[in-house]
């Protein structure tokens, strides 16, 4: 794969197609061509000071739903104030392979770096979910990258990473967010390798933080080429960075988040230990801890980490020891456990309601993990029917174990159970008839007049019988 990587990146250097643009420094720009042969687009910000007399730090963003104008203006108020170019992609896709969007990647990445005056000391790459694996993988395999911003998301092959190249890593997730499991792992990873590594979080799910935490994550790759020699310093930078982090303490220590504005005092401890901030951070530190509630959430949040991971280790054993023996008779306490979390998340307590969405996420994740493991393997059909109805359980909105269960079942002539999860799914709101006319191994049952007088009964109209 590496020598494949590495012709086309030189193929696409050899053959970039020079085109007229017309550009506008400080408002997002998209839809504009990566080259005249082929149909991919990027969106672009350029801050007020750009000129061509000098050389720009880029960070390269991949949006995995096609979405490249709305990242770019996510990050455009801290490029604007920091100093950079932004280039995302519009042709990133979250079902295709990794091996594709870095084809994507670079050819964008190339026509960038024949247009723009840019810095190759300072390259960075950004992404959401799939992007974020793109944004994970590139310096596998591009050894100047300066730093990797990854968010709800990651891709980490630890033999394919270059020992000379020690690129900084900003993992960045919503705190009900599950992936949040693998982020930590890799931030560790890092760590121990002697890669500056730190996770960014706020309260959400699985999504895009605000512009305020990316322009802060990105401060935190200004502050690291400052201290690098890469950047010349900038005294007043420094403390708008610094005094736009107290707020967002202090705004967390005002809405009674006592705990989380500790942690990201201590979290600011670091970042700034080189520019005389830790008297102040430690008396703030001081006077968190002196509050009751602070160590009453402190407590919560403690007991919370522990019963999580007792949890996840208990759901890893059974769920195994179910799927081997396809163990139908289980399902209702798995359904028991999801009602477990739906207590925490509904509760009042912040640490259970969060620890509560990550878990139902985890589950969700295992069974569609086991599943797809499953059919790789072209496994026997009851296991796979269980992965496919704990999907249900554990996500359902997500049309995909309905589905799932809907093939299977049509496959295996149990037409009864396939017509139970149809109107499962339609109950769920789905308005895709096209993708009920597309499953997999329904060929005889979706021409019956069962299947169509359901789908018209909820959808008003079906692809065949006027019923």
């Known amino acids: 794969m590496l020598r494949y990587i590495s012709f086309l990146l030189l193929l696409f250097t050899l053959n970039a197609t020079a085109q007229e643009l017309t550009l506008k420094k400080g408002i997002v ?27 720009w730090p880029v960070v390269f963003v991949f949006e995995p739903q096609g979405r490249g104008k709305s990242a770019t203006q996510l990050f455009s108020s801290g490029a604007e104030e920091q100093g950079y170019i932004i280039i995302a992609s519009n042709n990133i896709v979250a079902k295709d392979s990794l ?86 792992e890799t931030v ?28 802060r994550a990105l401060g935190s790759f200004t502050l690291q080429s400052m201290e690098k020699g890469l950047k010349p310093g900038n005294p007043e930078l420094v ?49 968190l801890r002196r509050n009751s509630l602070y160590r009453q959430q402190r407590r919560e949040f403690n007991k919370i980490l522990v019963l999580e991971n007792i949890k996840k280790e208990e759901y890893f054993y059974y769920f195994d020891e179910d799927v081997a023996l396809a163990n139908f008779q289980n399902i209702p ?34 069974a569609k993990g086991y599943y797809d493991t499953l059919s790789k393997y072209d496994a026997s059909i009851d296991p796979m029917i269980f992965t496919a109805v704990l999907q249900t359980i554990f996500d359902k909105k997500n049309p995909e174990g309905y589905k799932n269960i809907i093939s299977l079942s049509a496959r295996d002539g149990d037409y009864e159970m396939a017509m139970l999860y149809l109107e499962d799914l339609l109950k769920t709101g789905y308005k895709d008839m096209e993708a009920l006319y597309d499953i997999p191994g329904t060929l005889d049952l979706k021409l019956s007049p069962e299947y169509n007088s359901l789908i018209k009964k909820y959808l008003g109209e079906s692809k065949f019988y006027d019923l």
């Open 188 to 215: 560790r990873f890092f760590r121990r390798n002697n890669h500056p590594a730190s996770l960014y979080t706020f309260n959400g799910f699985h999504e895009w933080p605000g512009a305020q935490l990316i322009s």
């Open 333 to 366: 306490w798995w359904s028991q456990q999801l009602v477990e979390l739906k207590k925490y998340q509904d509760g009042k307590n912040m640490a259970e309601a969060e620890m509560g969405f990550r878990l139902q996420g985890f589950l969700a994740s295992l």
């Open 29 to 55: 720009i998209d839809s504009l061509k990566v080259n005249d042969s082929i149909s991919e687009t990027f969106s672009l910000f350029l801050p007020k000071a750009y000129s061509n007399d000098t050389i």
């Open 99 to 184: 091996r594709n969007n870095l084809e994507v990647a670079y050819r964008v990445m190339n026509t960038a770096f024949n247009f723009f005056p840019l810095d190759k000391n300072r390259i960075y790459t950004a992404g959401f979910a799939e992007g974020a694996e793109v944004a994970s993988a590139i310096p596998a395999v591009v050894s100047n990258i300066q730093g990797v911003m990854a968010a709800g998301g990651t891709w980490l092959n630890p033999d394919l990473l270059k020992k000379e190249n020690r690129f900084s890593f900003i993992g960045i997730s919503g705190y009900n967010d599950y992936r949040i499991y693998n982020l930590e």
């Open 239 to 287: 403390e708008s960075l610094y005094q736009s982090e107290l707020q967002e303490a202090e705004r967390l220590r005002r809405t009674m988040q006592f705990y989380k504005s500790y942690e990201m005092l201590e979290f600011m401890e670091d970042k700034y230990a080189l520019y005389n901030k830790k008297d102040e951070l430690k008396s703030l530190q001081k006077q």
